[in-house]
């Protein structure tokens, strides 16, 4: 929206972009991710306090991942080491899966809003 | 009844005659300490993320961003107006100093896409491999290519920088790395520079034409508003 | 996240550009800005972790407690 030339700036926000597909495709992803409802005072208490548990655990649990990429780059590991601590990690991935099942939580509800840090995971 | 807050200003008499708030709500000012606070009635505990309600609160804040430069709330500020001067009067000089480093100034997005493929290629003996080790060689791929991908981030929005630094206050960098979105940048940038500002992203764009812009604004300092990162307690993990 | 039904009559790219406007301002308005609450940041090797709203937290123990009593009123 441009205005005449005595308003020194715009007031609406323009957007100006070569790919609007493209971004609209990425920022869509982030939408996606967000709550449907904003109560500051905490919805349902149990289900809020599994919810932060099982961010935690998850975000735990993504850094051991990278952890064990480590090790196994550094080549510190024999073939067994690397066999079991798959197998470790493939089962705890699981176990998560199930328990967010069992509280009813998807994918996109584990991710903690930091406010202005923004999202854990 | 509570509150539904949209910004804070510094103090203000009266408020631009044409704004209207979320559910078509009058919008008022409350002033405190020599701040006001851009607020609207709200019957109800929660405030659905609609597209509706999420274009109300940004007309708002906007329509002020003429006049002056607003801290903005975040979406979905809910409060009774005990919390709200409770808020004020505890967070008071926070805000004047942030106020005082908004001043005069809006902010510009700047988000970047990369087409690149990041991930590692496939190791080649994939078929043979036993349960637990092919987790983890799937694992490295993504882990890998993340790393690789927030390098690149880093360095892409290292380059900007020093494309704009000179008209440039602040500025807010928000790496991505699960996505093509490498970048997605507040720029805070004072008003009599914003041409300059839009110039030089410009001509920098041209310098790299495998990245995808998109260039926003002007908007209120919502990527500076934040005066919450106060208290850190550090744990040290490598 | 429920959008309204974007009604716009008139090619694809005043539809991409509706959506796009409306996903920026969401990505100001949602991820960003002033946050009532109290605060906790928790850092680990020098990156801002987790931020706890601790008005949140609070109400959730304490409610949590009431829960768990009224549950035990219950059964007796």
Redesign the interface.
């Known amino acids: 929206m441009r205005l005449s030339p005595e308003t020194p700036r715009p007031a609406e926000p323009e957007i100006e972009t070569a790919h609007a597909e493209e971004f609209v495709e990425q920022l869509r992803c982030v939408a996606d991710s967000l709550p449907s409802r904003i109560n500051i005072d905490a919805q349902s208490v149990e289900q809020g306090l599994a919810k932060l548990v099982l961010t935690l655990i998850e975000f735990i649990r993504r850094l051991l991942e990278k952890q064990a990429v480590r090790r196994m780059e550094g080549g510190d590991l024999s073939p067994e080491q690397i066999e079991e601590l798959g197998l470790a990690l493939m089962h705890l991935e699981a176990k998560l899966q199930e328990l967010k099942t069992q509280f009813g939580l998807a994918d996109e509800d584990l991710n903690l809003d930091l406010g202005p840090i923004g999202r854990l995971i | 009844m509570k509150l539904y807050v949209y910004c804070l200003v510094e103090g203000m008499d009266e408020l631009p005659h044409s704004l209207k708030g979320i559910a078509g709500a009058a919008v008022r000012l409350l002033s405190w300490e020599k701040v006001s606070l851009v607020v609207s009635e709200f019957a109800g505990d929660a405030v659905a993320v609609t597209r509706e309600n999420a274009l109300a609160h940004a007309a708002v804040v906007q329509g002020l961003l003429e006049r002056t430069t607003p801290l903005p709330f975040r979406f979905g500020a809910l409060v009774t107006e005990e919390q709200l001067q409770n808020y004020v009067s505890a967070k008071r000089e926070a805000l004047q100093v942030k106020l005082e480093q908004v001043r005069g100034c809006v902010e510009m997005s700047v988000k970047i896409i990369s087409d690149r493929d990041w991930t590692e290629e496939p190791a080649t003996n994939i078929g043979h491999e036993k349960p637990g080790t092919a987790f983890l060689s799937e694992k490295r791929r993504e882990i890998l290519g993340g790393e690789a991908r927030a390098q690149e981030a880093k360095r892409v929005a290292g380059w900007l920088e020093g494309q704009v630094r000179e008209v440039v206050r602040e500025i807010d960098f928000k790496p991505n790395t699960t996505s093509k979105l490498i970048v997605a940048s507040g720029y805070l940038v004072e008003r009599v520079r914003l041409d300059e500002f839009r110039q030089k992203v410009a001509a920098a764009r041209q310098h790299r034409p495998e990245l995808h812009f998109l260039v926003s604004g002007p908007w209120a300092p919502y990527s500076f508003a934040n005066i919450d990162l106060e208290f850190k307690t550090h744990f040290g993990v490598s | 996240?429920?959008?309204?039904q974007i009604i716009v009559s008139g090619n694809s790219?005043s539809l991409?550009?509706s959506?796009?406007?409306?996903?920026?301002?969401?990505?100001?308005?949602?991820?960003?800005?002033?946050?009532?609450?109290g605060?906790?940041?928790?850092?680990?090797?020098?990156i801002?972790?987790?931020?706890i709203?601790l008005?949140?937290m609070l109400?959730?123990v304490e409610?949590?407690q009431e829960?768990l009593r009224n549950r035990q009123a219950k059964t007796e």
């Open positions: 996240m429920s959008f309204e790219d991409e550009e959506e796009l406007s409306l996903l920026e301002t969401l990505d100001h308005v949602l991820n960003r800005g002033l946050v009532i609450a605060e906790i940041t928790i850092a680990v090797a020098d801002d972790l987790i931020f709203g008005n949140v109400s959730s409610t949590a829960v």
